[in-house]
């Protein structure tokens, strides 16, 4: 049986472009509490999903492809006023925040990079325009070579679909929007962008800024470039150079958060859900300390647990959050290029490792 089902992907893979499900960010977790995400399948459906999303609107789980249009900042249709939610979620600076993705394909290789933006008091009708945005985290390759190497998208799968950044020590208390998103390199010449934006209000004494030289505009971190444009499927390239700015210096920030390893990641958050501030209670927040006591909470409240890729969408289907998270079987044509799909070899890696990680 199993010989046949690799027999006609293999086929398949040959004469029609690759169908692969692709992904959306399901639950935030900020200093150990849990926002549900825009749930595509879920929300575009009800206009009034219960309990609010801090999350912007989002289409469904495909990609952006044009990333010099608006669609770029924080996905489809995310700009629109009318799709623009007034939520937002306390977090502490110095606290981590957690991306739990629904899924992700094997395939799909590339960096993963988180930003944020100063929306002043209120994020609702944050205008992104300009030079607004400062990189908080960024993983690109991490080992090997770029076509059977590690990716930040593979550590990502093994840490339970997640990803945690810090936010910056001492950043400034107020509005923030923070976008994250994974990049898909699996069809050279035709990137595939995965953003998503939340709004946090970070509480906390801090007062530090990013400096001016550090502040981007999106679009337009993004150029026809190697950090866009490789081609990863070609043998014995070691070296991956990732878009954008530097990470921020604000508060001593360091690079990379040191869970962002494989097997390094949060295993099963218990649930506990966030509570959602919108309008004067935004205000509010900002200034308070918040859930600053949470600094010894958020250790206590991940279960570090090592997993492997192939076993953690169990892991993951097993905490309550996800239970409050879509369940979908969608599935959207992946845009293969022509130079992707003439590459014989890769096809034939592609289809293989689809069958060890769909079902
Ligand atoms: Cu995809």
């Known amino acids: 049986m199993k010989s046949i089902i690799a027999a006609t992907l293999l086929a398949l893979s040959t004469i029609a472009p690759t169908v692969s499900a692709h992904g959306y960010v399901q639950n935030v977790i900020l200093n150990g509490n849990t926002f549900t995400a825009f749930l595509p399948f879920q929300d575009n459906y009800d206009p009034k999903p219960s309990p609010k999303r801090i999350t912007r609107h989002i289409p469904d789980d495909g990609p ?34 957690t991306f739990r993705w629904d899924r992700w394909p094997t395939d799909h290789h590339g960096p993963v990079t988180t930003y944020m933006a100063s929306c002043g008091s209120d994020c609702s009708n944050f205008d992104t325009t300009g030079n607004v945005w400062f990189k908080i985290d960024h993983l690109g390759l991490v080992s090997g070579t770029t076509d059977t190497g590690t990716w930040a998208s593979d550590v990502l799968i093994a840490n339970n679909i997640s990803w945690t950044v810090t936010v910056p020590p001492k950043l400034k208390s107020g509005a923030y929007l923070i976008r994250h998103e994974i990049l898909a390199l699996h069809s050279a010449g035709a990137p595939q962008f995965y953003p998503h934006c939340s709004q946090l209000v970070v509480t906390g004494s801090g007062t530090a800024t990013p400096s001016s030289s550090e502040l981007v505009a999106i679009p337009g971190i993004y150029k026809n470039d190697q950090s866009t444009m490789i081609n990863i499927w070609n043998n014995g390239q070691t070296k991956y150079t990732i878009a954008g700015p530097a990470v921020t210096k604000i508060g001593a920030y360091t690079t ?34 918040g859930d600053a006591v949470a600094s010894g909470n958020n250790a206590g409240a991940t279960t570090t647990t090592t997993t492997k890729a192939g076993t953690t969408t169990k892991a993951a289907t097993t905490t309550k959050a996800s239970v409050a998270a879509a369940s979908t079987t969608s599935a959207k044509s992946c845009k293969v290029s022509t130079k992707k799909r003439n590459a014989a070899k890769a096809s034939k890696r592609h289809a293989k490792k689809r069958l060890s990680t769909e079902h």
Request: proline content about 4%.
């Open 64 to 97: 952006v492809t044009n990333f010099n249009g608006k669609d770029i900042v924080c996905n489809v249709g995310a700009q629109d006023a009318s799709q623009r939610t007034t939520s937002h979620g306390a977090v502490p600076a110095g606290a981590e925040v």
């Open 256 to 289: 990379t958060n040191a869970k962002n390893k494989l097997g390094g990641g949060p295993g099963a958050i218990p649930f506990k859900a966030g509570k959602i501030l919108s309008g004067n209670a935004v205000t509010a927040a900002i200034g308070s300390t």
